[in-house]
């Protein structure tokens, strides 16, 4: 009942599992994880190293046909500029992934719904569009919502935008072209 959100008794169990029947569980699919050693492969595949190694291979070759001293030198700063820099953009790359992980870990598991006019706690992927989900201080949105009834609410972004400061949320409409983001 969109009149009056507070009386309202929700979705009932059955069309709530008939809704999860057709729409799905509220969950992504994590992409498949790439293992460590061809992560690290993957850097020695830019095109600007692979020239980098072509050239000290160049400088080996020219070493061992002149025996000139300043081409195995060459040759082996080469190698190391190249070595350095592929772990080096591993080693960044590893982190970002790491970091990517760690937003998984900030998302909430359990939420209250209001189902068979009761207030009820569910796992996350079992919210199906149309769920009424009560939201209190402090907890974790547990999915894409549209706010129907709130009292002061302000949302903490900082993960997601870099904003320092709590943005203020209403129920009202918001106007056509209003960021994601923006209450």
Known sequence: ?????????????VEAAQ??????????????????????LKQFQNTFLMLLNASAVLSL?????????????????????VFV?????YHEE???????????????????????????????????????VLVNNGDKVPADMVLLLCRGLKTENSSLTGESEPISC?????SAGTRMFEC
């Not at 820099?85 to 953009?89: D, K, L, R």
């Not at 009761?118 to 919210?127: A, C, E, G, I």
């Not at 209403?170 to 918001?174: C, L, R």
Request: hydrophobic share 40%; net charge positive.
């Open 170 to 174: 209403t129920d009202q409409v918001s």
């Open 1 to 13: 009942d969109l009149a009056n959100i507070e009386k309202s008794a929700g979705l009932l169990s």
């Open 94 to 132: 590893s982190k970002a992934y790491k970091i990517i992980d760690s937003f998984s870990r900030m998302l909430a598991t359990t939420c209250t719904v209001i189902r068979d006019g009761k207030h009820q706690q569910v796992h996350v992927d079992q919210l199906v569009p149309g769920d009424l």
């Open 85 to 89: 820099t592929g772990y080096g953009q």
């Open 61 to 81: 070759v020219a070493y061992f046909l002149t025996k000139d001293l300043t081409n195995l030198y060459l040759a082996i700063v080469l190698a190391v500029v």
């Open 19 to 40: 809704r999860l029947i057709t729409y799905g569980k509220n969950s992504l699919t994590p992409p498949p994880k790439t293992p460590e050693w061809k992560l690290l």
